[in-house]
């Protein structure tokens, strides 16, 4: 798998419960070191914490996880990412389902290089 820095929405945190593909997918980015943690990301999934201990679990998970700190520069790149996806009509969910025939923009890494595609 090609590295590069990931970000993974709520959704698609949910897809793994789901599908073996997605959790897959997360797992290796994960394992590879690929996949990052943001502040508004973990605000979501903790939110869904139902006792303390949940919470401190969920929470220790994430920061297993590198973090992408959101900065003003990041902000505005996940927003651009996101009018990007949009005409394609590529909602989040839909970002760990399998691809159309044509390439489809899954994430970007941050540097502001060319999205990453997956087949």
């Not at 996880?65 to 009018?83: D, E, G, M, S, Y």
């Amino acid at each position: 798998m090609a590295l590069g820095r990931y970000l993974a929405d709520k959704s698609a945190f949910e897809q793994q419960r789901h599908s073996e593909a997605a959790a897959g997918l997360l797992s290796a980015l994960a394992a590879d070191g690929a996949l990052f943690m943001t502040e508004i990301v973990a605000l979501e999934l903790l939110y869904s914490a139902r006792s303390s201990d949940d919470y401190d679990a969920r929470r220790e998970d994430l920061t297993s996880l590198p973090w992408l700190h959101l900065t003003q520069a990041v902000a505005a790149r996940a927003l651009a990412i996101q009018h990007e996806l949009s005409p394609a009509g590529r909602s989040p969910i839909s970002w760990l389902r399998p691809p159309p025939s044509n390439t489809t923009r899954w994430c970007s890494t941050t540097t502001g290089t060319s999205t990453s595609s997956l087949r």
